[in-house]
């Protein structure tokens, strides 16, 4: 689908091999960064292996700023973006990068909405002043808008009603948080959605699109020196506004675990989901985030790790388990583990071998074995981002836009090498407690 709504790639989770593991004290991306009168950031990653170049836009605002009644407008505006200006008609914007020989799309979480292209080094100044263009002068009316809602409509119909994984996880993200807006999901409640006017979207954009509430990353065949009169001239020219405050609500305490179950006929492979709230760069116990994923990779990382050997390889009842850490947000993040049983094995005996493992890992602990090993494979991953084009455009801009800062970026290998034993023990105590969990069934309906 051309516009995307969900989850993009892990934090420096770009990729995991062989190659060296960046030195502990070594730089991931050597970013350089400006910000233009207008309090616009700018930041520039050179990578001169291609004369290509990623340019994104990054919006300090999502779904889970949205007000109550409303949900989906994030989404629905992220989608209107590409519905003209004054002087660019509808679609009008990715025919040019098109005929250009580029790509674009944008995506929308809970807590930013981004924009990009991918472009040949020497188109770049092209992009940018269509994307200052869009960010002061869209022009929606109903004749625009309306249709696009229906276009919206179907994506729920074919992403989520369709989709008996994505209609447990919808399921289990509401139970999972009790009052925290990432309990709604980005793409809107159907009812809801069916109710978003032009009026709406305006509101939205007028309220967040603006110079002082965004971050441009421009990675690739370029030059700081290059990008900034590029910057100047283009964006410089876009009023500052006065942005509101980003009201987030508390979420409760959580006191007791949840449990789902969906039966569905169009569910070929049963499975079992287990979510725990986490701490996230900017919520909660903050100190155990590092921990958090290097006991992920641990638990997760490939075919030797905890879940896959022990319930794959070892007991032979799961055909895929493994474990992860969320905790790019401004809320709340989750902690979860997941798994599937081979032909002939109840769901339910995959759920106890998790339950297992969990026990386990509460009781023993992890190894300097496991530890040394998950670090390597973290460090490496960060290898790979540097070889990319768009992803140290991604990494960058989403870890500004929630609130850290290039240094936390730069100096990531760094803390992934200070995580220790203790550490990673006290996160996983703090976090695996199963009344902050939430536990989703999926399977067959029976034929008889």
């Given amino acids: 689908m051309r516009h995307r709504f969900t989850f993009i790639i892990g934090l420096l989770a770009l990729g995991l091999g062989l190659a060296p593991a960046l030195p502990a004290s070594a730089a991931v991306f050597s970013p350089k960064s400006f910000t233009l009168e207008n309090g616009l950031q700018v930041v520039v990653v050179e990578n001169h292996r291609i004369p290509v170049v990623t340019h994104m836009v990054w919006y300090k605002t999502g779904s889970a700023d949205e007000a109550r009644g409303k949900s989906g407008i994030a989404h629905f505006l992220e989608h209107l973006m590409f519905r003209g200006t004054e002087t660019l008609k509808p679609g009008e914007f990715s025919r040019i990068v098109n005929r250009n020989g580029g790509n674009d799309n944008a995506f929308t979480s809970w807590d930013y909405t981004a924009y990009f292209q991918s472009v040949a080094a020497d188109r770049l100044a092209l992009v940018m002043e269509m994307e200052a263009d869009r960010m002061a002068n869209l022009r929606l009316t109903d004749e625009v808008v309306l249709p696009e809602r229906d276009v919206i409509l179907e994506e729920r119909r074919q992403v989520i009603d369709n989709n008996p994984n994505a209609v447990l996880g919808?399921?289990?993200r509401a139970a999972q948080y009790l009052h925290y807006p990432y309990r709604v999901p980005i793409i809107g409640w159907e009812s809801e959605m069916r109710t978003l006017t032009t009026e709406d979207a305006l509101a939205w954009y007028d309220r967040w699109y603006a110079p002082n509430n965004a971050i441009v990353v421009i990675a690739g065949d370029v030059t700081v020196d290059q990008v900034r009169p590029l910057a100047e001239k283009y964006y410089g020219k876009v009023a500052r506004r006065e942005i509101a405050r980003r009201d987030r609500v508390e979420e409760p305490p959580q006191q007791a675990a949840r449990r789902i179950e969906r039966i569905d006929a169009r569910v070929q492979q049963p499975s079992v989901s287990r979510q725990y709230l986490a701490p996230s760069h900017q919520w909660g116990e903050t100190q155990h985030q590092y921990a958090l994923e290097v006991l992920a990779e641990i638990l997760s990382g490939g075919p030797t790790s905890r879940l896959y050997r022990k319930l794959v390889v070892e007991d032979a009842i799961a055909v895929s388990a493994g474990a992860y850490y969320s905790g790019d947000a401004i809320g709340p993040g989750s902690f979860g583990f997941a798994g599937s049983p081979r032909p002939g094995v109840e769901v339910e005996a995959v759920e106890a071998g998790i339950d297992a493992e969990i026990a386990r890992?509460?009781?023993?602990?992890?190894?300097?074995?496991?530890?040394?090993?998950?670090?390597?494979?973290?460090?490496?991953?960060?290898?790979?981002a540097v070889d990319s084009i768009r992803g140290p455009a991604n990494i960058l801009g989403r870890a500004l836009t929630l609130g850290q800062s290039i240094e936390d970026v730069e100096s990531w290998p760094e803390r992934i090498d200070a995580v220790t034993e203790a550490e990673i023990e006290a996160a996983a105590k703090s976090v695996l407690v199963p009344e902050h969990s939430v536990t989703g069934i999926l399977r067959p309906k029976p034929t008889s």
């Fill in 170 to 172: 919808e399921q289990m």
């Fill in 361 to 384: 890992l509460l009781a023993d602990g992890v190894t300097e074995a496991e530890i040394a090993d998950a670090k390597q494979r973290l460090k490496a991953s960060a290898v790979f």
